[in-house]
């Protein structure tokens, strides 16, 4: 029998998008042969400090390598303890092991799929110090909880905004809403520069702390007493490289455009298959939420997911469970290895064992991935909802 879904999945699917645009960006950065320190890194901070309305951006090789610098930036002590959800990508938590920061790993709650506020109340000790947000998968997590929370115990947001390039949450930019943010600009992610990331910041002193970490180049231009660090800075390297600055820039500023694309496609898959009893996680009235991975879940918990997905394969759609394992069930931290990094002795601090975070672990086997329909709708959306509607016949 012939799959629902026989239209080929490009150009619909293909991404990155790149056009003449990105290639004259890059050109003339490889022209004017300055391919380490051209002032274009500059101008995509500013790029990007403009967008998300923050007083500080820097540039980074990677995000990894920003939220290293976030973690480093806050200036906490050895032991201290970070919320952090476990439903994530592992570089919103591991850079902070670098400086003995002790990572608390948490509940994610299920109607955002962000870190969930009531769960890190409960885990907050006299050591906690900060929290990660992540808004997972493209939906701002609940912000006003979260804040409410960090101002109650003095604790810090690291806000990893890696899936949110061009989300609002009330109004406000993702990246915007941490004391520290980061996003990624790795080649999957809405406003790829190839490899890159950008720290964005209000706060001088995270400012110039991120810079004495990695960027030696600029340090002398801190216009503070931090400017005597310039020829050693703290033992790292973290710039971007100017082609990537380059193409990050000509990619954000196509951004606005290309999330228009994309959401419209995907609001109108999401609106079918509510239909059909799925929840696709469209966001309350006060978020703009972007897609940088597509994922539902179907109402009813009772669901075999595990079938559903074999149907909508059967049907041509590529479905799949989503992509991170839950990180406190990884080998890293279940056999320890974390403390050879963090250097921090066994009796000071526990890991969530692997039983444990069950809520998360649950609601996260319901989830089923899509993929993103970031391009010219080729018909392919419509058929996505036909095999869909099949599937649950
Ligand atoms: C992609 C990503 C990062 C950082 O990734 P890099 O590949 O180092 O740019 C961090 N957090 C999340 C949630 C991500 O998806």
């Known amino acids: 029998m012939k799959p629902t879904v026989d239209l080929p999945h490009e150009p619909t699917c293909a991404w990155p998008f790149f056009d003449s645009d990105d290639e004259a960006a890059v050109l003339r950065i490889l022209r004017d042969?300055?391919?380490?320190?051209?002032?274009?890194i500059r101008e995509l901070e500013a790029d990007w400090a403009r967008f998300t309305g923050r007083r500080h951006g820097l540039a980074h090789a990677s995000g990894t390598a920003g939220l290293m610098a976030a973690f480093f930036a806050l200036d906490l002590q050895p032991g201290d303890e970070v919320?952090?959800?476990?439903?994530?990508?592992?570089?919103?938590?591991?850079?902070?092991?670098?400086?003995?920061?002790?990572?608390?790993?948490?509940?994610?709650?299920?109607?955002?799929?962000?870190?969930c506020p009531v769960d890190m109340a409960r885990r907050i000790t006299p050591r906690t110090r900060a929290m990660v947000v992540v808004?997972?998968?493209?939906?701002?997590?609940?912000?006003?909880?979260?804040?409410?929370?960090?101002?109650?115990?003095g604790l810090a947001i690291v806000e990893d905004a890696s899936h949110t390039h061009g989300a609002t949450w009330r109004g406000r930019a993702c990246g915007s809403l941490g004391d520290v943010s980061v996003l990624s600009l790795q080649g999957?992610?809405?406003?790829?520069?190839?490899?890159?990331?950008?720290?964005?910041?209000?706060?001088?002193?995270?400012?110039?702390?991120?810079?004495c970490l990695g960027d030696?180049?600029?340090?002398?231009?801190?216009?503070?007493?931090?400017?005597?660090?310039?020829?050693?800075?703290?033992?790292?390297?973290?710039?971007?490289?100017?082609?990537?600055?380059?193409?990050?820039?000509?990619?954000?500023?196509k951004l606005p455009d290309l999330n228009a694309r994309r959401n419209a496609n995907?609001?109108?898959?999401?609106?079918?298959?509510?239909?059909?009893?799925?929840?696709?996680?469209?966001?309350?009235?006060?978020?703009?939420?972007?897609?940088?991975?597509?994922?539902?879940?179907h109402r009813d918990p009772a669901r075999d997911v595990d079938?559903?997905?074999?149907?909508?394969?059967?049907?041509?759609?590529?479905?799949?469970?989503?992509?991170?394992?839950?990180?406190?069930?990884?080998p890293f931290f279940a056999e320890g290895h974390w403390r050879q990094i963090a250097r921090v002795p066994s009796s000071d601090a526990t890991m969530a064992g692997?039983?444990?975070?069950?809520?998360?672990?649950?609601?996260?086997?319901?989830?089923?991935?899509?993929?993103?329909?970031?391009?010219?709708?080729?018909?392919?959306v419509d058929q996505y909802a036909e095999a869909f509607a099949r599937a649950v016949e």
């Open 83 to 115: 919320l952090v959800p476990t439903a994530t990508f592992w570089a919103s938590v591991l850079p902070m092991l670098w400086f003995g920061l002790v990572p608390v790993f948490c509940e994610s709650e299920s109607e955002r799929l962000g870190p």
């Open 216 to 253: 030696i180049t600029r340090i002398i231009e801190l216009d503070s007493v931090a400017r005597r660090f310039a020829a050693t800075s703290f033992g790292v390297k973290t710039r971007i490289a100017p082609l990537s600055a380059a193409l990050g820039r000509s990619q954000l500023a």
């Open 135 to 153: 808004h997972l998968w493209g939906l701002p997590a609940k912000m006003s909880e979260l804040r409410a929370l960090a101002d109650q115990h």
């Open 354 to 380: 692997v039983d444990e975070l069950a809520d998360t672990a649950r609601e996260n086997r319901r989830l089923i991935r899509l993929p993103n329909f970031p391009g010219p709708d080729n018909g392919i």
């Open 33 to 40: 042969g300055n391919v380490s320190t051209h002032p274009v």
């Open 266 to 297: 995907h609001r109108r898959l999401c609106l079918a298959l509510e239909a059909l009893g799925f929840e696709t996680f469209l966001g309350p009235d006060h978020v703009e939420r972007v897609w940088f991975e597509f994922i539902v879940r």
């Open 307 to 330: 079938a559903l997905i074999e149907r909508l394969t059967r049907e041509g759609c590529r479905a799949a469970a989503p992509r991170y394992p839950l990180l406190h069930q990884q």
């Open 188 to 211: 999957d992610k809405l406003a790829p520069a190839g490899e890159g990331g950008i720290l964005l910041t209000d706060d001088d002193q995270i400012h110039e702390r991120a810079t």
